[in-house]
């Protein structure tokens, strides 16, 4: 049975940025809600599926905390 989790956080800044960022450090953090409702353009939408590792959601977590403070 296949199942995902997925949660909505602002973070701080311009979440278009945060996503440019994370990608120049190779990773997708998620999608900027900004982009389809007014008023969160510094709200990031965050989905994790089975089919990540714990390293690989670690990894995640360091990188959004690191381009976020």
């Known amino acids: 049975k296949a199942t995902f ?9 311009n979440a278009r ?3 440019r960022e994370a ?11 900004g982009r389809d409702y007014e008023g969160l353009d510094d709200a990031l939408l965050v989905a994790v599926t089975e089919k990540r590792t714990p390293t690989e959601i670690d990894r995640l977590a360091e990188v959004i905390s690191e381009v976020t403070t």
């Open 5 to 13: 989790k997925e949660f909505a956080f602002v973070t701080g800044r």
């Open 23 to 33: 990608r120049a450090h190779g990773v997708h953090p998620g999608y900027p809600l």
């Open 17 to 19: 940025e945060v996503v």
